[in-house]
């Protein structure tokens, strides 16, 4: 009886493992094709010291300025939702296209509004 149990048991990790596997790297996959990243099925480096590439920085910067001049005025929680990304995954892009003048903001902190810049 206990050999049963302890083998239904590990049927059943394994499964849950299995699923939570094809959850998480469908979630890469939406978050990737959201972005504009390739999508070849394998999974996203993790962890301190990551780097993005140059280019998936400039493409999100080119959706970012792109949307917030059809959609001038929302916060970074509406973009987000609207984009599918994270106010992470932003933070960098936002802080260099407004030093470059290609966003303005207006407001601080959860209540900063984007508009588009002058470039």
């Excluded at 094709?33 to 080119?62: F, H, M, Q």
């Excluded at 949307?67 to 960098?92: D, M």
């Excluded at 470059?100 to 509004?113: F, V």
């Amino acid at each position: 009886m206990a050999n049963l149990q302890s083998d239904i048991q590990r049927l059943v990790d394994g499964f849950v493992a299995q699923v939570s596997d094809l959850a998480r790297r469908a979630a890469i996959d939406t978050l990737a094709s959201a972005l504009g990243a390739p999508v070849n099925g394998t999974r996203a480096p993790s962890g301190r010291g990551y780097k993005r590439r140059s280019e998936d920085l400039e493409t999100l910067s080119e959706t970012l300025v792109a949307f917030v001049a059809k959609n001038p005025g929302l916060r970074i929680e509406q973009i987000n939702k609207q984009l599918g990304t994270s106010t992470k995954a932003l933070a960098l892009p936002i802080r260099k296209l407004l030093a470059a003048g290609s966003l303005k903001s207006k407001g601080t902190r959860r209540s900063t509004a984007y508009f588009p810049g002058k470039n």
